[in-house]
């Protein structure tokens, strides 16, 4: 019972930290916040809504955009978690990606609406002491395209 208690309140900690970092930098102007209502009726993914949000990345493979969208979590995310590991769909865990705009809007499309989505830079991850690899933010027309498709789906971006 005890080493539960401590877990769960070392676990409250770790989120306590992640939300005060997080505050840091959006407070910074460094974050831009894209969101808005809309008609349409994505497909759910499952039970995961209300978990926290999704942390979504972007990197070039060969000339080509690649995008990864993650459950968000205390956690920070290696590389190849963001870069490598398998699309996986579970009640605790989402990861979905993509190759292209039109991907990562198809996978975009099942998210619920008014769910937070955090696009995090390369710069974020420097800050943050936490190896970017290959993370990078695209040209500003590819950022404005998936802004837009999620202001459609009345999904919420932020850019750190």
């Given at each position: 019972m005890r080493k539960l208690m401590y877990q769960k309140s070392n676990m409250k900690l770790n989120i306590f930290?992640?939300?005060?970092?997080?505050l840091a930098i959006v407070n910074s102007?460094?974050?831009i916040t894209y969101s808005a209502q809309s008609s349409s009726s994505p497909t759910l993914i499952g039970?995961?809504?209300?978990?926290?949000?999704?942390e979504f990345y972007s990197w070039q493979t060969q000339g080509?955009?690649?995008?990864?969208?993650?459950s968000a979590t205390n956690i920070l995310k290696s590389v190849?978690?963001?870069?490598?590991?398998?699309?996986?769909?579970?009640?605790?865990?989402v990861k979905l990606s993509g190759q292209g705009i039109?991907?990562?809007?198809?996978?975009?499309?099942?998210l619920p609406r008014n769910e937070h989505i955090l696009w995090i830079s390369k710069l974020a991850r420097?800050?943050?002491?936490?190896?970017a690899g290959p993370i990078e933010m695209p040209s500003q027309?590819?950022?404005?395209?998936?802004?837009?498709h999620c202001k459609k789906l009345g999904l919420e971006l932020s850019l750190v």
């Open positions: 930290v992640s939300l005060i970092m997080l102007g460094i974050g039970p995961i809504k209300g978990k926290g949000g999704y080509r955009w690649n995008f990864a969208l993650l190849e978690q963001i870069t490598v590991s398998p699309d996986t769909v579970s009640e605790n865990y039109e991907a990562i809007k198809s996978q975009l499309n099942r420097v800050q943050s002491l936490v190896d027309p590819i950022i404005d395209a998936i802004a837009d």
